[in-house]
Nanobody, 120 residues
Framework: QVQLVESGGGLVQAGGSLRLSCEVSGSIFRLDDLGWYRQAPGQQRELVAGITGGGRTNYASSVKGRFTISLDNAESTVYLQMNSLKPEDTAVYYC??????????????WGQGTQVTVSS
């Protein structure tokens, strides 16, 4: 069973920065898909940024240029560097891993979530 443990959330003023970390139990494989999602009260969970085990990244348009996702394979940790934070970035942020050990099977794992609050 894969476990994801997030850390790094908190309260920050608008314009500030935070770095979220997600430690994955065991190794990260090249074909894994990892991502950071967020969910604000009353809203659906949305993808913020994604990265493959091979390092290919993608971002939501709302965070492009402000957030950076990165991967440390040696530490099995995914980071989300968030700069120029805005009040609308306030949400619970979740780490996600999708792994397909075979063509027929895909497993999805979630972390417990970490609160990010941006004050105006």
């Amino acid at each position: 069973q894969v476990q994801l443990v997030e850390s790094g959330g908190g309260l920050v003023q608008a314009g500030g920065s935070l770095r979220l970390s997600c430690e994955v139990s065991g190794s990260i494989f090249r074909l894994d898909d990892l991502g950071w999602y967020r969910q604000a009260p009353g809203q659906q969970r949305e993808l913020v940024a994604g990265i493959t085990g091979g390092g290919r990244t993608n971002y939501a348009s709302s965070v492009k240029g402000r957030f950076t996702i990165s991967l440390d394979n040696a530490e099995s940790t995914v980071y989300l560097q968030m700069n120029s934070l805005k009040p609308e970035d306030t949400a619970v942020y979740y780490c996600n891993l999708r792994r397909s050990p075979t063509v027929e099977a895909t497993y999805t794992y979630w972390g417990q979530g970490t609160q990010v609050t941006v004050s105006s």
